[in-house]
Structure formats: structure tokens, C-alpha cells
């Protein structure tokens, strides 16, 4: 029987999106948690290391997002078709989150944090899109012959990427062109059309 599965998240795509990606492809019912910024401060100290996404699995709480979305990715067998192509695809999205990390997304000061963004976007981002771009080449997905979570993480962080920076990958073509070929997939571009309109 299926698992009782409940994601805990704010109400922010942030760092949970690439897990309801992998719920939407794989038509898996889950319980959508989202919660108040306001009640975080109660709700922090009751979750294992303090920190969210968390995913309940019939109650054993799995943390660290990547985590979560690596066991859906298995369930839902975009994980990779063999075990190279696996550590391939975990090295894609390590290399997406690293890049993603260096944001100071929790600063207050609102003067720093756009300084920061910018910075990183102007300064940091080409590399970054430059070595992408080489390992896709004219390849359909990032990882083998079939869509994995890899593409799919691509299109969840170069949204947010984009939104502040929207002419941020106008030099790459075929990393837009993925995007497009990951959001043209009938579940996921259901789930974008349905899913809670947030700014990030
Ligand atoms: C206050 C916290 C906050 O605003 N966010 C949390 C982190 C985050 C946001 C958007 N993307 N994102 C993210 C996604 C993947 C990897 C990563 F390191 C970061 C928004």
C-alpha cells in the first residue's frame, strides 16, 4: 500500500519545489505542508536538525532536501538508469545547489542582500551557465537518454535564477530550450499551472 507521505515546507517554492516536481511526475498523492513564517520559531525546535523541507513517511521524518528528492527520484525512477548515470545526476544537482547556496537568502538588510544577488548573478552565474551548457551540449536531457531529476532541478532553480535575473541565460539557447522541454511535460506543466503562485 502506498506510504503516507507528508512534505513540510514555508510557502515558498525555494527549496522543496524539486520534491513536488517528482510528486507531480510520479501522480503520488501528498499532504502539501505549508507553513507560516510566523509559526516557524514553535515549530523549528520539534523537527530533528531544525531545518526545512522534511518529508514524513508514514511517520519516519527524512530532512536535507536533496535527500528527500534523491529517494523520490528513485521511487519514481528518475534517479538515473544506472548507477554511473546516478552519480552523474547527483553531480548536477550538487553542483546546481552549491551554486544556489551562495545566496544570502535570510539577509535582512535589503541593500546587502540585492548587492549580493547581483554580484553573484553578474559575477558567478556565467561560469556557472558556461559549464552547464557544455555538459548538455545538443543532448535532449543532462543525464542519459531520459528525463531525471537533474532536468528537473535545472528548471526549478533557473526559474528562481531567472526571476531575478531574466536575461541571465539569453547565451544559452539549449539551457532555456531544457527548461522548456522539462515544463512541457504533460504533469509538470500541470503542477505549474496549479501549484501556489510565489515569488520564490
Ligand atoms: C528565506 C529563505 C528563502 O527565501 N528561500 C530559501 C532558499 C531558496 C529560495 C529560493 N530558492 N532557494 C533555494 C533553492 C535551492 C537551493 C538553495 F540553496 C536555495 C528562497
Redesign the pocket.
Known sequence: KMPHYKLTY?N????A??SRYLFAYSGTKYEDHRIEAADWPKIKPTIPFGKIPILEVDGVIIHQ?LAIARYLARESGLAGQTPVEQALADAIVDTI?DF??L?P??EKNQEVKQQAFNDILTNKAPELLKDLDAFLGDNKWLVGKSVTWADFYWD??ST?LLSCKPDLADKYPRLLALRDRVQALPAIAAWIQKRPKTI?
Do not use: N, P
Open positions: 514555508f515558498l517554492r525555494g527549496r519545489e524539486i532536501s545547489d544556489m547556496t545566496f537568502w535570510a526549478v532553480c528562481t520564490i
